[in-house]
Each structure stands twice: as structure tokens, then as C-alpha cells.
């Protein structure tokens, strides 16, 4: 899977082999954690993406509703349970502390997913969870976690792309919207990928739907064909040039 695929909840569940129905999902995986965001108008939560750097901040989760707790958004957001244990947010709190004072050298990875449309997701990549903050919301007390989007990782045998190429949230739901959920050549609604018209790498924006559409994996990789077939033929006009030189 790359960043920017777009994949069904059954897929997603097939893939960490859990059945996530909370946004914080610590350690689900062998060696990394799962966080599930939203960033789409009404979205419960307030997660907010640097179109920039990549980086994110993710916000923690709220107390449970209970009989006693009518409206969850009122009081601060919990670091232990009732009975005292960890929750999510707990957990992720003291491995950010952890990372931020030197006790584990190693930050936690994060994979993300983000919500789309219903029951459509896409998937973000790996991020590092770097740093942590409780700050009031103006009601209460929240957390804020921080990320950073991992340039490269190798995990399980897959490699990443760089993560250079962040389409917003409201882009991606304004063309998920106009392509139909289908590949803009041949209609399939299976594999899907976010692609850009004109290559981010050749100066292509993320920022407007104008230059992004959906594509199937399979006319996806055609077009990354077509730029590896011209590529060799820049290097093998270049290391000509230079023998010609050396000679
Ligand atoms: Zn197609």
C-alpha cells in the first residue's frame, strides 16, 4: 500500500487485522500504532494537517458517554480510566514524553488513515509521534499530539514513497466527489489511487482538485511506466555525453 491509495473499511481491517472502531489505536500492530482521522466539515474531532511540512496534529479522545457524563465535550479529556489504567490517550501521552525527554530513543510510529466518505478511506503513510500538549480547547482540556511524516521507511517488507506530496483533505473529498469514486480512464471502482495530472515532481499542485483525479492501480502504473521508460533514456544520453568527453 502507498500513501494516497484509497481502500474500503474492509480492506483497512484486512490490513491491520483488527477491527478499529476508535480513532487512537495504540500498538495494534506488531511494532507500530494506528490513528484514524477526519478532517472533513463536522468532523468530531479537531485534527489538523500542515499542507506544507506534512505535519500533523492529532487531537486526543474524549471521555466515554456515561450516565453520569451527558456531554463528553465538557470535561477534560481522560488520561486514566476510572479503574485507573491507561487510556489511548495515556498511552500515547507517555510515549511522546518518553521520546521528548530520552528515555526511548525511538519515536513511535504512527500509521494513518483519514476518512474520505463513508466507509472510504485513504490511506497517509507512517509518522513519528514526536511531542504532546494539553491545552484548553476553551471548554476543557484536550490533547494535542504531534507528528511527522516519515520520509521513508522500510516495514514488513514495503517500501514507502516519500511523503512530499500531501493532498488536503477537502481536495481529496472534492474530486472523490466529481470523479464518482470510479478511475477517470476505465470506470473501475477497485484500487484506487489519488493521482496528479501533472506530476508533483514537475512542478504539479496538490492544493486544487484541478489537478488531481482518481486512477486504478492499474492505469496508475501506467503512467509511472511511461516516466521510467524516459528516464533511462535521459541517463544513457548522459553517461554517452560524458564518455564522448572522457574520450
Ligand atoms: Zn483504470
Redesign the pocket.
Known amino acids: 500500500m502507498k500513501p494516497d491509495d484509497i481502500i474500503s473499511y474492509l480492506e483497512l481491517i484486512n490490513e491491520e487485522k483488527a477491527h478499529l472502531q476508535k480513532g487512537m489505536n495504540y500498538r495494534v500492530g506488531r511494532n507500530y500504532s494506528v490513528f484514524l482521522m477526519s478532517v472533513r466539515k463536522n468532523a468530531p474531532y479537531a485534527d489538523q494537517i500542515n499542507h506544507t511540512t506534512g505535519a500533523l496534529i492529532y487531537e486526543g479522545h474524549d471521555h466515554p458517554k456515561t450516565k453520569t457524563i451527558s456531554d463528553p465535550k465538557s470535561i477534560d479529556q481522560p488520561m486514566t480510566t476510572s479503574s485507573g489504567s491507561w487510556t489511548e490517550n495515556g498511552k500515547f501521552f507517555k510515549a511522546a514524553t518518553d521520546y521528548k525527554t530520552g528515555l526511548s530513543t525511538k519515536p513511535e510510529l504512527v500509521k494513518v488513515y483519514e476518512k474520505i466518505a463513508s466507509g472510504v478511506w485513504c490511506y497517509k503513510g507512517f509518522f513519528e509521534l514526536v511531542d504532546v500538549e494539553q491545552e484548553s480547547d476553551g471548554r476543557r482540556r484536550v490533547f494535542k499530539f504531534h507528528l511527522l511524516p516519515i520520509a521513508k521507511t522500510i516495514l514488513q517488507g514495503n517500501i514507502e514513497l516519500p511523503c512530499n506530496r500531501i493532498i488536503p483533505t477537502y481536495v481529496k473529498v472534492e474530486v472523490w466527489k466529481r470523479d464518482k469514486g470510479k478511475?477517470?480512464?476505465?470506470?473501475?471502482n477497485k484500487n484506487l489511487h489519488y493521482d496528479h495530472v501533472i506530476p508533483f515532481s514537475k512542478g504539479g499542485s496538490s492544493l486544487t482538485s484541478k489537478n488531481i483525479r482518481l486512477?486504478?492501480?492499474?492505469?496508475?502504473l501506467e503512467k509511472s511506466n511511461k516516466i521510467m521508460i524516459f528516464l533511462p533514456w535521459i541517463s544513457v544520453g548522459a553517461s554517452a555525453l560524458t564518455l564522448h568527453r572522457m574520450n
Not at 183 to 188: A, E, H, T
Not at 215 to 220: D, F, I, S, T
Open positions: 478511475c477517470q480512464i476505465c470506470n473501475s486512477l486504478c492501480a492499474k492505469h496508475n
